[in-house]
């Protein structure tokens, strides 16, 4: 590369998947990465977390991080206990939020690996320390360096960095980037996660007018949002469902942003008389409640509305019947407490946090209502709901999916279809080169294909673990072969899968001989199939 100006970007994450965003950028001298975020989903996606031998951690120089989310912050501590000791820059907000969300999440890291070790004393297996501890996600917020908005900046000679409002959380940002070489400036511009217009509380995304290449998000690429009233309107539908019924309303938010966003909402509708006055509102999430102090904190970086609400003397993070639940008694009590009441809790996709146990105990009752109010990715908990599972597996037991299920995707922080092309249409650089990130590939594949038709612009869809070298000017070329993007393969934990599962079966024998005949024999069949598929596996190994 050296003399060209070339680079080389490599997509450690949020390739044709909506989590681990991380972009791995090598100049002729820095090796950086934009966002260092945690994979979430199934077996496989969570896998990933656990090699970082591709990121050589020591050999970062910096980290540039977009905004808190844990799909975009969430391997920073591994990546420091792997080595890397360099500054990690942010806006401000963001700062705060990452040291409140990482030790939340190393609390997560850590409560799982207790949990899956005790399972796997029970059979025989290996003992696995957690992805990451407490004391590894403390060792980050040194690191730490605060950025003004607008405010460019250098963190090293010859690359120079701009953080713009990208209106998706507090602090969020979209991030543009000035390469120098002896050929000539390179600048690309990387979207984070990209908000809507008229959103609650943060205020609108800027735009940008020229870049060489874009890395930009494509979580909704298929699809457009409700507007604003008439999510506000099916919440209200939803409260009314399950107060007439005496039951409980559950809704799995993010801690940040997603839960003060309903807090707000929950506000507007006590306001309009449709949140009933002795209905009981509980948001139940230690890192929401730390995390709606953050946003008091940081009023200045709020849209032209909520900050005249607050200037009235009006608190649009509180209710006369709202309750922050801290500790684990607390939360506990919420499922023994009869008649109806709304609970706000984390995670955000009902895969790890004190929503699993609200699910527990109310999704199988008729008269709950579940509401989800974000993306749910493949995988997860909450996206089996949202498919219209009968029933989901939630701490080793199958629930009943008998509570009605809303899906209010008017509050996703994120673009809709036609709002990233509206963003978009702000460029005025001939000849940009787009690479869609942070999206499922069907999503991408849609939102391609309009941006090639207005815009004319060349699009590409990279994927997971893909090299590409970009050269001055927007030429760009991927450099690595499918072998190279494969990962090592941990055998030990695939197989150990495979044991517990067959344990998990083996106990449910009871079970299976309670169904119906003709599924007994469904389900046999397929096991047979199963062994028959194991058995030419093992077969072609003994050959080899």
């Not at 450099?479 to 990962?487: E, I, N």
């Amino acid at each position: 590369m050296e003399g060209r100006g070339e680079m080389k970007v490599r997509f450690l994450g949020a390739a044709r998947t909506v989590t681990g965003s991380c972009y791995l950028l090598e100049t002729e001298q820095y090796r950086f990465a934009v966002d260092c975020g945690l994979h979430q989903g199934n077996q496989e996606i969570d896998a990933r977390n656990w090699d970082l031998s591709l990121y050589t951690p020591a050999e970062l120089d910096f980290m540039l991080v977009t905004h808190a989310h844990i799909d975009h912050t969430g391997l920073l501590p591994r990546l420091v206990k792997l080595g890397f000791s360099g500054p990690v820059y942010a806006t401000e907000p963001t700062c705060g939020l990452m040291e409140i969300m990482l030790q939340d999440s190393a609390h997560i890291q850590e409560m799982e690996a207790q949990w899956r070790n005790r399972k796997r004393l029970r059979h025989g297996g290996k003992q696995r320390e957690p992805l990451y501890a407490r004391q590894d996600a403390e060792a980050v917020f040194p690191l730490l360096r605060p950025q003004a908005y607008n405010e460019m900046f250098e963190p090293v000679p010859g690359l120079r960095v701009n953080f713009k409002d990208a209106g998706h959380i507090l602090g969020s940002s979209f991030i543009e980037i000035w390469v120098d070489s002896e050929a000539q400036r390179t600048k690309l511009v990387f979207s984070g996660d990209l908000g809507r217009p008229n959103q609650l509380i943060v205020r609108e995304p800027s735009i940008v007018e020229t870049a060489d290449y874009l890395f930009m998000e494509s979580t909704y690429g298929d699809r457009n949002h409700k507007d604003e009233d008439t999510s506000r309107e099916e919440l209200a539908e939803a409260i009314g469902y399950s107060y007439g019924h005496g039951e409980k309303v559950i809704i799995p938010a993010f801690a940040v942003e997603r839960t003060q966003e309903i807090i707000y909402t929950l506000y507007l509708l006590h306001k309009e008389g449709k949140l009933p006055p002795d209905m009981p509102v509980y948001v139940d999430s230690p890192l929401a409640t730390k995390a709606t102090e953050v946003f008091r904190r940081n009023p200045e970086f709020f849209d032209r509305t909520t900050r005249e609400l607050l200037e009235n003397g009006e608190d649009p993070f509180g209710l006369p019947q709202l309750t922050f639940t801290q500790s684990t008694e607390e939360s506990k009590a919420l499922n023994t407490l009869s008649g109806p009441a709304v609970v706000i809790s984390a995670s955000g996709m009902a895969n790890a946090g004190r929503i699993k146990h609200h699910l527990r105990h109310n999704l199988w009752r008729r008269g709950a209502s579940v509401v989800f109010v974000g993306f749910q990715a493949k995988g997860t908990t909450g996206r089996k709901i949202v498919d219209g599972a009968e029933t989901v597996r939630i701490f080793g037991e199958e629930v009943a999916v008998s509570a009605r299920v809303y899906t209010i995707n008017g509050f996703s922080a994120h673009a809709g279809q036609q709002q990233i092309l509206d963003w978009l249409g702000h460029f005025r650089t001939n000849g940009m080169q787009v690479f869609l990130v942070h999206g499922e590939y069907q999503a991408q594949q849609t939102l391609a294909e309009l941006i090639e038709g207005q815009y004319g612009l060349r699009v590409a869809i990279p994927d997971y673990l893909e090299e590409i070298t970009l050269h001055p000017g927007g030429e760009s070329e991927c450099d690595t072969s499918l072998q190279q993007r494969l990962p090592q393969v941990d055998w030990d934990w695939l197989i150990q899968q495979a044991q517990t599962q067959l344990d998990e079966l083996h106990s449910r024998q009871t079970q299976l001989a309670r169904h119906p005949m003709e599924e007994q024999w469904e389900i046999r069949d397929r096991l047979q199939e199963i062994t028959s598929q194991l058995t030419k596996l093992i077969s072609g190994l003994a050959n080899t």
